[in-house]
């Protein structure tokens, strides 16, 4: 009997290494009164579980700290100051050369740092400089907001850098409308929306469209949009966690599926045991 033909070793896949443009970042955040919204308590969160769509826009009461004194309410502008410090320290982390400058959006945008650095210690002071409004802006004009990031835009290119705005809007009712041109597309917009769930008195809805819609006007590369009305701080860890990730490796936003709920996977590990508990193989 002829012996068996040897069998051919699988080629091995490998990804020759590509340096992308080390990136500009353009931090945009909503300081409307919106933005002082109370976030849930951690033990609050975990006593009646993260329900999809639940908002905190009350004053729920705050856990007891030490020596039993109730904790500051933690308010979604904290959450979000947090929230950039966490993505700068991790962008850096990936790449020491991104750089970062920061603006507050209230009836239109001023800048809190113009100038773009990669120091740890210049980003946590502008962080830590924004405050929120004590009342509620009527408008929200995105305009000055694309125009300084078309310019920054130019800038970055000449000096082959990639510019990524990221805009954090806070406000449950008032749409953000602009007047920009069609221009060449030079730098990408990502959105985070943090609002409450929807009542008879707002229209989150409308105004996701709207911001979707400012997105894919100005949007160079793959852009994302954001959202939640849980009002847990770490549902806006995690989200900022996933606007780590490089414009120009990304993946198109339908075809996105993280993070992984852990809840479906223990569901699913579940699932795939027999009655008696015996874990199921799929390999017989």
Known sequence: MDPAPPVAATPR?????????????????????????????????????PSPGSASTGSPQQPAGAGGAARPALRRLDAVKQALLLFVHGKRKICPGHRFAFASLGETVSMVKKDFSSDPGSAMEAVHS???SGSRYETADLTPLF?????EGKRAESQGRLLRVILIYCRSS?????????????????????????????CPQKVYDALVDALEHVSQYEGYIL???????????????????HP???????????PKQVA????????????????????Q
């Open 13 to 49: 896949y490998s990804l020759p290494p590509v340096r992308r443009p080390e990136e500009d970042i353009l931090f945009c955040v909503d300081v409307d009164l919106e933005a002082l919204t109370e976030m849930k308590p951690p033990a609050a969160a975990s006593a009646s579980g």
């Open 130 to 132: 924004l405050a929120a």
């Open 147 to 151: 125009k300084i990031a078309y310019q």
């Open 174 to 202: 008032t749409k953000p409308h602009h007047q920009w041109p069609v221009k060449p597309k030079n730098f990408t917009l990502d959105i985070f929306y943090l609002h409450d769930k929807p009542t008879a008195d707002n």
């Open 227 to 245: 959202e939640t009305s849980q009002g847990l701080a770490r549902v806006i860890f995690r989200e900022m966690c996933i606007l780590l990730s």
């Open 248 to 258: 120009m490796q990304r993946c198109i936003q339908d075809d996105l599926d993280i």
């Open 264 to 283: 479906k996977k223990t569901l699913a590990t579940e699932a795939a045991q027999n009655e008696d508990g015996t874990p199921v193989s799929s390999q």
